[in-house]
């Protein structure tokens, strides 16, 4: 197949229609993005709030969360290390909700479906099965560390107390319909919550933790009992759990109604 041959003309020689013809079509592409971009920024600002930031921009999160759903797994484990590694001492991340010294007569508040709430003390956690877990712990303001912290899962917690199902029973992961769709904490004083979806809260790695380095927890880490969930930022692990409860509606989340994501899975 024989390419053609017909000369082209040098750049000085294009005819003056030609180059004002290219010049009218790039300044059109450009004001069609930049008032495509204009449009969509007064959209984005004149939308409503949703938790924090404006509709659209909460809309995108909740996508993320979506995808960040899929490849979820109990069999995926945050990788550990020798807790010979750990910070000594560990960092702390915020004192929202534990401003106030914790009180000689705290109890963790437990709500169940039909029945009374439980009311028990830190030797009831201290019953349960201990485990000890020296992950990367890591904050949503973009540090990370080693960090080694020990305590009861909770998903032991849930099954020993029959918690978090609508039947009473305890947690089956192989009955999903049985179980809420969330968990919520809360400080004592409630200046501090979130909320969890409840596959989190049963991943093996999720501790009620009252150790770190071996030793108790003190106030600055949530004395005497806090959340460790290491397949979720920092922002999730609530310190002085004061009260948590199981809901299929989105429990209030301290971070996400400031505008951040209410998902913040790793």
Excluded at 61 to 79: D, G, I, M, R
Excluded at 105 to 134: F, G, Y
Excluded at 188 to 212: C, M, R
């Amino acid at each position: 197949m024989s390419q053609s041959t017909e000369p082209k003309l040098p750049e000085e020689d294009v005819p003056e229609s030609a180059t004002r013809r290219k010049t009218l079509i790039s300044f059109g592409v450009f004001a069609l993005a930049a008032a495509g971009s204009a449009g969509l920024y007064k959209y984005i600002g004149d939308s409503k709030n949703a938790m924090g930031v404006k509709r659209p921009l909460r809309l995108v999160l909740n996508e993320n969360e979506t995808v960040a759903k899929t490849y979820f797994s109990n069999a995926h484990l945050v990788p550990t290390f020798d807790p010979k590694q750990a910070a000594r001492p560990a960092r702390v991340n915020g004192y929202e909700g534990i401003k106030k010294p914790v009180t000689d007569d705290w109890q963790l508040q437990v709500d169940r479906a039909n029945a009374e709430p439980l009311l028990l003390s830190i030797d009831a956690i201290k019953a349960l099965p201990k485990h000890e877990i020296t992950y990367e712990f890591k904050c949503i303001e973009g540090w990370s560390q080693k960090q080694n912290w020990a305590g009861a899962r909770l998903s032991d917690f849930l099954a020993a107390y029959k918690l978090g199902t609508r039947s009473g029973n305890a947690p089956n992961p192989d009955q999903p319909d049985d179980l809420f769709k969330h968990v919520g904490m809360e400080t004592p004083d409630k200046g501090y919550y979130v909320g969890i979806d409840i596959e989190s809260a049963l991943h093996p790695q999720t501790l009620l933790a009252y150790e770190n380095n071996g030793q108790p927890i003190n106030a600055q880490h949530g004395a005497p009992l806090r959340l460790i969930i290491p397949v979720k930022y920092g922002v999730k692990n609530l310190k002085r759990i004061g009260r948590i409860f199981f809901s299929d509606e989105r429990p209030r989340d301290f971070w996400a109604e400031r505008g951040y994501d209410y998902y913040v899975g790793l």
